[in-house]
T-cell receptor
Framework: AQSVTQPDIHITVSEGASLELRCNYS??????LFWYVQSPGQGLQLLLKYFSGDTLVQGIKGFEAEFKRSQSSFNLRKPSVHWSDAAEYFC????????????FGTGTRLTVIP | NAGVTQTPKFRVLKTGQSMTLLCAQD?????MYWYRQDPGMGLRLIHY???????AKGEVPDGYNVSRLKKQNFLLGLESAAPSQTSVYFC????????????FGEGSRLTVL
């Protein structure tokens, strides 16, 4: 069965500190992996995606994620967090074809303290 | 650049009342989706559409109906609202289905008393 686990419900980091948000997935086929960000009161916006090739992918706003097939993980990282990064982050897994096979994790809320 | 627009943004209903949420996209996307977002549960797919005139059930379709009479619009209806339908509803559209980027609206917060 397909599933996405984000083990951290809430993370607090200081501005300027590094960040890593965890995502583990279970998927029967070759996964397509995504990270979305939801700012307060807004819809979700795509940060980055992995389809194939280089396992380290770069996204918008200085974020990157690394696909590790052996660990079924797709962790999101940022070397230096800004106060504007405070938001909720969702990992998602899907397949190349099909209209309705995108599965979202339950999200990780990031708080940034000065 | 409107993208995906949802109306209304807020609504309070009494149990048993009906209402319709409207989603409009101006990107000529084939695929459209309705999700609900509840605390601790992430996003769950209610219904989706792969093109004008088509609809299909998602993970949590009970109590909802949808219509896609025009390519740019996707309507979500609640015929008899229940407190369990209190949630934030998001519409999304995509050019290429499951592997494509989803573009989301800003959400519609519905409270059923």
């Amino acid at each position: 069965a397909q599933s996405v686990t984000q083990p951290d419900i809430h993370i607090t980091v200081s501005e300027g500190a590094s960040l890593e948000l965890r995502c583990n997935y279970s998927y029967g086929a070759t996964p397509y992996l995504f990270w979305y960000v939801q700012s307060p009161g807004q819809g979700l916006q795509l940060l980055l995606k992995y389809f194939s090739g280089d396992t380290l992918v770069q996204g918008i706003k200085g974020f990157e994620a690394e696909f590790k097939r052996s660990q079924s993980s797709f962790n999101l990282r940022k070397p230096s967090v800004h106060w504007s990064d405070a938001a909720e982050y969702f990992c998602a897994v899907g397949a190349k074809t099909g209209a309705n096979n995108l599965f979202f994790g339950t999200g990780t809320r990031l708080t940034v303290i000065p | 650049n409107a993208g995906v627009t949802q109306t209304p943004k807020f609504r309070v209903l009494k149990t048993g009342q009906s209402m319709t949420l409207l989603c409009a996209q101006d990107m000529n996307h084939e695929y459209m989706y309705w999700y609900r977002q509840d605390p601790g549960m992430g996003l769950r797919l209610i219904h989706y559409s792969v093109g004008e005139g088509t609809t299909a059930k998602g993970e949590v379709p009970d109590g909802y109906n949808v219509s896609r009479l025009k390519k740019q619009n996707f309507l979500l209806g609640l015929e008899s609202a229940a407190p369990s339908q209190t949630s934030v509803y998001f519409c999304a559209s995509s050019r290429s289905g499951g592997a494509g980027e989803l573009f989301f609206g800003e959400g519609s917060r519905l409270t059923v008393l």
